[in-house]
């Protein structure tokens, strides 16, 4: 394999998603498309709504299957599997982050980051010292024990952030990650994206915002399912 080889982390081959609406109203969500993200990308997906943002991060997040089409993750084949192999895969490899932060409420901060290794059986002293790492890392070791309630928006999104990060990931998968934030918390945001980015990780930023856009390395544009 050469030196500077880098693997398709994440390949879409001829991706179609149809719903069937009623009796005779069929929507397809994507057609035919092809996507191909490398090891360490940061990358955006920009598109208005109604451009198949959201079916398309349902596709590469593993929250869906294609109507035909292939799906390739880590050089895996994913097409056809079981709904618990995918959650195996996505648990081991890939970390959400949301628009609405998805925080469990009546959690604190260092428990909701805690949260994914408990599905993963870490123990509790080994979930608790990672949570407190990640929190550091976002900047938030000041705010451990605090409800979500307690927090602002941009401290929420960081402590969503940690809690993608608490598997290790490979692949970062950020659903609109600031579109409830100003525009200086979202820099903020984006701002430990290209951290992360330099870290190794694989960054994908959903978003119908071109400024944010113009933050990653790449812009995908996505318009009536398909890729222009």
């Given at each position: 394999?050469?030196?500077?080889?880098?693997?398709?982390?994440?390949?879409l081959?001829?991706?179609?998603?149809?719903?069937?609406?009623?009796?005779?109203?069929?929507?397809?969500?994507?057609?035919?498309?092809?996507?191909?993200?490398?090891?360490?990308?940061?990358?955006?997906i920009?598109?208005?709504?109604?451009?198949?943002?959201?079916?398309?991060?349902?596709?590469?997040?593993?929250?869906?299957?294609?109507?035909?089409?292939?799906?390739?993750?880590?050089?895996?084949?994913?097409?056809?599997?079981s709904?618990?192999?995918?959650?195996?895969?996505?648990?081991?490899?890939?970390?959400?982050?949301?628009?609405?932060?998805?925080?469990?409420?009546?959690?604190?901060?260092?428990?909701?980051?805690?949260?994914?290794?408990?599905?993963?059986?870490?123990?509790?002293?080994?979930?608790?010292?990672?949570?407190?790492?990640?929190?550091?890392?976002?900047?938030?070791?000041?705010?451990?024990?605090?409800?979500?309630?307690?927090?602002?928006?941009?401290?929420r999104?960081?402590?969503?952030?940690?809690?993608?990060?608490?598997n290790?990931?490979?692949?970062?998968?950020?659903?609109?990650?600031?579109?409830?934030?100003?525009?200086?918390?979202?820099?903020?945001?984006?701002?430990?994206?290209?951290?992360?980015?330099?870290?190794?990780?694989?960054?994908?930023?959903?978003?119908?915002?071109?400024?944010?856009?113009?933050?990653?390395?790449?812009?995908?544009r996505?318009?009536?399912?398909?890729?222009?």
């Amino acid at each position: 394999m050469p030196e500077n080889y880098t693997k398709d982390i994440l390949k879409l081959e001829n991706i179609t998603k149809s719903y069937q609406m009623g009796d005779d109203v069929e929507v397809t969500a994507l057609s035919n498309l092809n996507l191909t993200i490398k090891q360490n990308d940061f990358i955006s997906i920009l598109g208005p709504s109604g451009s198949g943002k959201s079916t398309l991060l349902h596709m590469m997040g593993l929250l869906d299957t294609p109507t035909s089409g292939k799906r390739y993750v880590d050089e895996i084949d994913t097409t056809t599997m079981s709904e618990d192999d995918m959650a195996r895969i996505r648990g081991k490899k890939i970390g959400f982050v949301f628009q609405t932060f998805n925080l469990i409420s009546s959690l604190t901060a260092l428990e909701n980051v805690e949260l994914p290794m408990l599905l993963c059986d870490q123990n509790s002293d080994q979930r608790k010292e990672k949570a407190m790492e990640l929190m550091g890392l976002v900047g938030l070791s000041d705010r451990l024990d605090h409800l979500p309630g307690q927090l602002s928006g941009g401290q929420r999104q960081r402590v969503a952030i940690a809690r993608a990060l608490a598997n290790d990931p490979e692949i970062i998968l950020a659903d609109e990650p600031t579109g409830n934030l100003d525009s200086k918390t979202g820099s903020e945001v984006l701002g430990i994206f290209r951290s992360l980015h330099k870290k190794g990780k694989t960054i994908i930023v959903i978003t119908h915002d071109q400024s944010i856009a113009k933050m990653t390395d790449r812009i995908v544009r996505l318009k009536d399912g398909k890729i222009i």
